[in-house]
């Protein structure tokens, strides 16, 4: 009797597994890589998406722009996440490989420069933040800004910045370094915008770059001016929607031409007012005016 009530159990659990694989194998899988500046928002839009739609599944990870670009050319994701444009040559690569990149603008972000609660600094130029980050610029330590900063005892700057296939990364070089500046050597490139803000809140001497939805209440952006003299403009949901901050930018996902199916009807949902409430949640400016 009581092997029977064993195989009982066994039988039973073994058809429960099997309803489970069943439902799983009925879900459709959208692939989703890229940007590490939407990879929170973008994991939350997937969670969320599951009360929309329960036979889609959104798998999402990050790895940076160029990395979700280049699957997405090889056709290993359905939606590639960016925080810069593509470049002529991943466009020319895609063509080459018969794929046809569709642009979607999603949101927008403000590109915040971080410092130390300790440092004195509160507002930067563009050309002074060129002359930190750029190659033979002429701001090596914080007393050339004459700044003297609390716990930064050697006085030499360091420069937090981001790995090459970041799309912050070519964005902020595009927008502060010029199209051909490039980056001062010995920076100290960060894997994600998380462990910017991480190495910036535990180093005085620091100052790195990432996107607003990033911050902490334990560390301070500067407020950036476009020119020297004139008024200064802090990073903020706001002023990355009317693109008043002077490192302000849309963020993209790319597809392989126009999308259909479920694909489209994702990206729909993405832009409709919850997908876009959901993105303002997290600190970006959404694509309209949305009633949350």
């Given amino acids: 009797m009581k092997g029977k009530y064993f195989f009982a159990i066994a039988v039973t659990t073994l058809v429960w597994m099997a309803g489970l694989t069943t439902h799983a ?3 459709q899988v959208i692939q989703n890589k890229g940007s590490d500046t939407l990879v929170n928002v973008a994991q939350a839009w997937a969670e969320a998406y599951v009360t929309v739609d329960d036979k889609v599944a959104v798998a999402v990870s990050g790895g940076g722009s160029g990395t979700g670009i280049a699957a997405m050319i090889n056709g290993t994701v359905d939606i590639a996440n960016s925080s810069r444009k593509m470049k002529k040559k991943e466009i020319n690569s895609a063509e080459e490989k018969g794929v046809t ?5 999603v949101g927008y972000d403000a ?7 300790d ?3 509160d507002t930067l130029s563009i050309s002074q933040l060129k002359e930190i980050f750029g190659r033979g610029g002429d701001y090596e330590n914080w007393s050339d800004l004459g700044l003297e900063v609390p716990g930064c005892q050697q006085d030499t700057i360091v420069v937090v910045s981001r790995q090459n296939n970041s799309g912050t990364y070519a964005y902020f070089k595009k927008a502060v370094l010029g199209k051909k500046g490039k ?10 915008s998380k ?9 005085p001497c620091a100052i790195g770059y990432s996107g607003l939805a990033y911050a902490t209440d334990h560390i301070k952006m500067a407020c950036i001016m476009l020119e020297e003299g ?12 009317d693109r008043s901050y002077p490192i302000a930018r849309p963020l993209f996902m790319y597809t392989n031409g126009e999308p259909e199916g479920i694909i489209k009807t994702y990206l729909d949902w993405v832009l409709s007012d919850e997908g876009q409430c959901i993105l303002g949640e997290k600190g970006y400016a959404p694509m309209k005016e949305v009633s949350c």
């Fill in 25 to 27: 194998a009925d879900r």
């Fill in 101 to 105: 990149p569709m642009e979607h603008i």
């Fill in 111 to 117: 590109l915040a420069v971080f410092l130390h609660q």
């Fill in 119 to 121: 440092n004195p600094a």
């Fill in 183 to 192: 980056y001062r050597q010995g920076t100290l490139d960060m894997h994600g």
């Fill in 195 to 203: 462990d910017v803000v991480d190495l910036v809140e535990k180093t």
């Fill in 230 to 241: 004139e008024s200064c403009t802090r990073p903020s949901v706001q002023t990355a929607s």
